[in-house]
Nanobody, 121 residues
Framework: QVQLVESGGGLVQAGGSLRLSCAVA????????MGWYRQAPGKQRELVAT???????DYADSVKGRFTISNDSAKNTVYLQMNSLKPEDTAVYYC???????????????WGQGTQVTVSS
């Protein structure tokens, strides 16, 4: 019943832009952290960017200055604006949401199924 709905992945040329969206459906969270992780073939999953319900954001060094994470608390949605894309950004991008449910204050941790981002050289 709880799903992280991801959209925006695709194929783009180097130097182009892409915008990812992730909405948490079926639950409302408070004191949350939402973010994006990515995994390329043969590599470990790595943090790309996170944002908290308090507005604090964090970025991997490799994407600072190029990617921007933002959120819409009313819609439990997080966005990742990716500019100046490079071939090394090619990976499956996973959305993550962690926090407390509003009704029962239960800790939860949800993952999306991933969306493919491919940057051609």
């Amino acid at each position: 019943q709880v799903q992280l709905v991801e959209s925006g992945g695709g194929l783009v040329q180097a130097g182009g832009s892409l915008r990812l969206s992730c909405a948490v459906a079926g639950v409302t969270l408070s004191s949350y952290t939402m973010g994006w992780y990515r995994q390329a073939p043969g590599k470990q999953r790595e943090l790309v960017a996170t944002i908290t319900s308090g507005g604090r954001s964090d970025y991997a060094d490799s994407v600072k200055g190029r990617f921007t994470i933002s959120n819409d608390s009313a819609k439990n949605t997080v966005y990742l604006q990716m500019n100046s894309l490079k071939p090394e950004d090619t990976a499956v991008y996973y959305c993550n949401a962690r926090g407390l449910t509003v009704v029962h204050f239960s800790p939860v941790n949800y993952w999306g199924q991933g969306t493919q981002v491919t940057v051609s050289s």
